[in-house]
C-alpha cells in the first residue's frame, strides 16, 4: 500500500531547469502514465521518484512518510526500464532471482517468490533459459517479473515496451495492466506514445519542458484538453480559430470567412477575443455537399479496417481530419462533402493566461 506524494519537486543541471516546480498525488494501486515528447524530463522526473537522481528542491512523500533522501535501495520500489538489460550470461531464473540474491534471502523462499513471479508474467516454463533464447517481449515480461519478485508496492517503468513491435507491444500491455491492478501496485509509467498512455492509464500527467501541462484521465485529457499543447500531442486535433457569437439563443464560431460553426455553450462567451474551438476527428459527421455544415473537400480517404479516414480541406486551405465508423468509404477524393457536430462534441480550448 503506498501512495506517492510530490511537492515542488524540481530539478536543474547547471542553470537549466528540466524538471520544474511539479506538484502531483498518484494514489494508492493507481497506475499514472508521464506523457510527454522526447526531451520534456520525463525520464528525470522518474529517476527523482525512484531515488536515483537528487532533488534540487522539493520533498516526495511515499505512504505518508518523507522519502527525499531516502536510497533508492530503502524505497521499495519495483524498476523497468527499456535500456534495463537482463543479465546475458545468467538464467531466467537467476535474473528474477538477483533482488532476492542481494537481500539475503534463503534459497527455499526465492525459489518460491522467483516461481511465483514467472507465473506471474506467464513464464512458468522458461527459468532455466538464457535471455538471449527469449523473443524480445519474453525478455522484458522478465525484466518485470524481476521488478515485482520482492513485492514491491510500487512499480515504475520507463518505456518499457518502447524496444518492441506494435502487436507484442499490445499484449504486454494488456499484461502490464492485469498484474499491476491484481497486485494492486501503485504504477508510473513513462511513455511518448500517446496511444499507450490512454490505452494503460487511469490518469495522466502531460509534460512539456519539465512542466505539468495537465492531469487528468485518459477521456478527459484527450476531450477536454487543458490547453493547445495537449490538445495537439493526444492524438488529432482539429482547430479552427473564430469569435464567439450568439444566434439564435445557440452559441457559434464564425470563422474569419463569415461561417458558423457548432461550438459549446460558453460560462461567458459574450464579448469574448478569438477562441480555439477543437474538434475530434471521430466528432465530424460527414453529409453530401448541400446540407448544412462547414463545406469542405475530401482530399483522402483512408479505409483503416474498422473506420474511414477522411482528410479533408477546409475554410483557407485548412486541414481538417474526419474519422467515421464506416465500413468503407461514403466519399471520395475531390468530392465537396459538409462537415457537422454536434455543439457538445466540440472543445473550447481555455485560452492561455495572460494571453487577454
Ligand atoms: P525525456 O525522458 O522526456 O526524453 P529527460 O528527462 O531524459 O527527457 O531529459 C530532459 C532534459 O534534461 C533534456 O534536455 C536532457 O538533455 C537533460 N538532462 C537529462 N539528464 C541530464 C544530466 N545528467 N545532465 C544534464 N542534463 C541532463
Ligand atoms: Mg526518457
Redesign the pocket.
Known amino acids: 500500500m503506498s501512495d506517492i506524494e510530490l511537492r515542488g519537486v524540481t530539478k536543474r ?2 542553470g ?1 531547469t ?1 524538471v520544474d516546480d511539479i506538484d502531483l498525488h498518484v494514489q494508492d494501486g493507481e497506475f499514472l502514465t508521464i506523457l ?10 522518474l529517476t527523482l521518484i525512484a531515488g536515483l537522481t537528487e532533488l534540487s528542491d522539493g520533498r516526495i512523500s511515499m505512504a505518508g512518510q518523507e522519502v527525499t533522501r531516502v536510497p533508492p535501495a530503502k524505497r521499495n520500489i519495483g524498476l523497468v526500464f527499456q535500456s534495463y538489460a537482463l543479465f546475458p550470461h545468467m538464467s531466467v531464473f537467476d535474473n528474477v532471482a538477483f533482488p532476492l540474491s542481494i537481500r539475503g534471502l534463503p534459497r527455499s523462499e526465492i525459489e518460491r517468490r522467483v516461481g511465483e513471479a514467472l507465473g506471474m508474467v506467464r513464464l512458468g516454463g522458461f527459468a532455466e533459459r538464457r535471455p538471449s533464447q527469449l523473443s524480445g517481449g519474453q525478455q522484458q515480461r522478465v525484466a518485470l517479473a524481476r521488478a515485482i519478485v520482492f513485492g514491491p508496492s510500487i512499480l515504475l517503468l520507463d518505456e518499457p515496451l518502447g524496444a518492441l513491435d506494435r502487436k507484442l507491444r499490445e499484449e504486454v500491455q494488456i499484461e502490464l495492466r492485469q498484474l499491476q491492478k491484481s497486485l494492486g501496485l501503485t504504477s508510473v509509467l ?1 511513455t ?1 506514445d500517446q496511444e499507450e498512455a490512454l490505452s494503460l492509464s487511469d490518469r495522466l500527467m502531460v ?1 512539456d519542458h ?1 512542466r505539468v501541462q495537465q492531469v487528468a484521465t485518459p477521456t478527459d485529457a484527450y476531450l477536454h484538453p487543458a490547453n493547445r499543447f495537449v490538445a495537439d500531442f493526444l492524438g488529432v486535433a482539429n482547430i479552427f480559430t473564430g469569435r464567439p457569437v450568439e444566434e439564435g439563443g445557440q452559441m457559434r464560431l464564425r470563422l474569419g470567412d463569415g461561417q458558423l460553426l457548432p461550438c459549446p455553450a460558453l460560462p461567458d462567451g459574450r464579448g469574448a477575443p478569438e477562441l480555439d474551438l477543437l474538434v475530434r476527428p471521430e466528432r465530424i459527421r460527414l453529409e453530401p455537399a448541400g446540407a448544412p455544415g462547414l463545406a469542405a473537400t475530401v482530399t483522402d480517404a483512408i479505409y483503416l479496417g474498422q473506420s474511414v479516414r477522411y482528410v479533408l480541406e477546409g475554410p483557407g486551405g485548412q486541414r481538417i481530419v474526419a474519422q467515421s465508423a464506416d465500413r468503407m468509404a461514403r466519399f471520395g477524393r475531390g468530392e465537396r462533402v459538409a462537415l457537422g457536430w454536434a455543439p457538445a462534441d466540440g472543445w473550447i480550448i481555455p485560452p492561455a493566461a495572460g494571453m487577454h
Request: aromatic fraction near 6%; avoid cysteine; hydrophobic fraction near 30%.
Open positions: 543541471y547547471g537549466v528540466v510527454g515528447p522526447s526531451g520534456s524530463g520525463k525520464t528525470t522526473l513513462v511518448h509534460l519539465g
